[in-house]
């Protein structure tokens, strides 16, 4: 073999071996850095809560039911928040049993008192939420199984004697 010959098969498993890894390496390098989700800069700024700010300030009517569901019971109460139906109820045998699911999934709960058993003792309900005929199959569904629903606007004080009377029924 002459020495062209040689020199040939070096380069070749030069670039092979050496600068094909190498390229390689520099895209993966380059994809990673360019690609790569941005994270939030501090821009010299520190920051520290400061609860002083909202110890004082009312914080909507989740915390208004809170404080109602605890001094009927203390600690007795959960409060489930922005639920839909289909996560309370349970679905008998059924043809269809993915369409009862999406309709089930569609009926928006805003507030559900369980006990501690996960038995659901109320249900408070914004009626613009759902649409009318929604609206009407919680109210028929959940009376059915002794469930009180409340329907509450949402500009609308709760009634702390409904809510006191509906958990202690």
């Known amino acids: 073999m002459n020495t062209s010959v040689i020199l040939s098969y070096a380069f070749v498993y030069f670039v092979l071996l050496i600068v094909v890894p190498f390229v390689l390496v520099i895209f993966t390098m380059t994809?990673?850095?360019?690609?790569?989700?941005?994270n939030v800069e501090n821009v010299g700024v520190n920051i520290k809560l400061n609860p002083?700010?909202?110890?004082?300030?009312p914080v909507g009517?989740?915390?208004n039911l809170n404080n109602i569901v605890n001094t009927v019971a203390k600690g007795k109460y959960n409060i489930l928040y922005g639920t839909s139906m289909d996560s309370i109820v349970d679905?008998?045998?059924?043809?269809?049993?993915?369409d009862a699911h999406q309709h089930l999934r569609h009926c928006h709960l805003d507030y559900v008192v369980v006990d501690d058993n996960s038995a659901v003792k109320l249900v408070i309900t914004d009626p613009q939420h759902n649409s009318p005929e929604?609206?009407?199959?919680?109210?028929?569904?959940l009376a059915e199984v002794g469930i009180k629903v409340i329907h509450l606007a949402q500009n609308q004080q709760c009634d702390e004697s409904l809510i006191r009377n509906s958990l202690a029924a």
């Open 61 to 63: 009517f989740f915390n």
């Open 134 to 141: 929604n609206n009407d199959f919680i109210d028929h569904s």
């Open 31 to 38: 994809c990673i850095k360019f690609f790569k989700t941005s």
């Open 52 to 57: 002083e700010k909202i110890a004082n300030k």
């Open 91 to 98: 679905i008998d045998k059924t043809d269809k049993p993915e």
